[in-house]
Every structure is written in structure tokens, then in C-alpha cells.
Nanobody, 115 residues
Framework: QVQLVESGGGLVQAGGSLTLSCAAS????????MYWYRQAPGKQRELVAR???????NYADSLKGRFTISRDNAKNTVYLQMNSLKPEDTAVYYC?????????WGQGTQVTVSS
């Protein structure tokens, strides 16, 4: 089992920045990759970024250059640095950990970008 706790969401003005954190606990040795997803009201959940256990990263094309995913293995934490935020970035952001056999989700953290 893997437990995930997100934090760092909040209200920010357009053009501002936020850093989300996802702290993992439990069977963290089994995690193959971690992801950030987001879901805006009335829309499907979409992939934001991915970081593998080896540190390689991938991003949604539309977010490249503004968002950065990183990890601190000593703290068992994955981060999502979000810059130049836009109102359309408003969503609940979810952390996801994938093992060979399971997928685990955090509870989500709300990010609201005001215009």
C-alpha cells in the first residue's frame, strides 16, 4: 500500500506561482513512477506531468515550460512547480503513484487562479 498526501494548493493571481507537494508513505520502494493530474470543473481528469523512479520526466505538451515536476527521495516527496499560472489552470490537482500492480491516488488539492 502507498499513501499520498498533497499540499500546497490555494488561491493565486494570474501570472503567479505555486508549488504543490505530494508526500508518499508506505511501500514507496514499489513505486515505478509518480504523476500529477488535474481535473477542472466539468472536465475530464488530465495528465500534467510524470516522473519515473529514475528521475526522467514528461509533461503535457500544453504545459511544457511553465510546470516542472521534481522529487526529493530523502523526503519521499514529489513536487510540481507551477509558474505563470493562468485562470485555465484552475483545477483540483491529484498525485498518483503507480506500481507494477496498483495505482494510488491522493485526495487532491485545489488550485484556483484568479484573473
Amino acid at each position: 500500500q502507498v499513501q499520498l498526501v498533497e499540499s500546497g494548493g490555494g488561491l493565486v493571481q494570474a501570472g503567479g506561482s505555486l508549488t504543490l507537494s505530494c508526500a508518499a508513505s508506505g511501500s514507496i520502494f514499489s513505486i515505478a513512477a509518480m504523476y500529477w493530474y488535474r481535473q477542472a470543473p466539468g472536465k475530464q481528469r488530465e495528465l500534467v506531468a510524470r516522473i519515473s523512479s529514475g528521475g526522467s520526466t514528461n509533461y503535457a505538451d500544453s504545459l511544457k515550460g511553465r510546470f516542472t515536476i521534481s522529487r526529493d527521495n530523502a523526503k519521499n516527496t514529489v513536487y510540481l512547480q507551477m509558474n505563470s499560472l493562468k485562470p485555465e489552470d484552475t483545477a483540483v490537482y491529484y498525485c498518483n503513484a503507480v506500481t507494477l500492480t496498483n495505482s494510488y491516488w491522493g485526495q487532491g488539492t485545489q488550485v484556483t487562479v484568479s484573473s
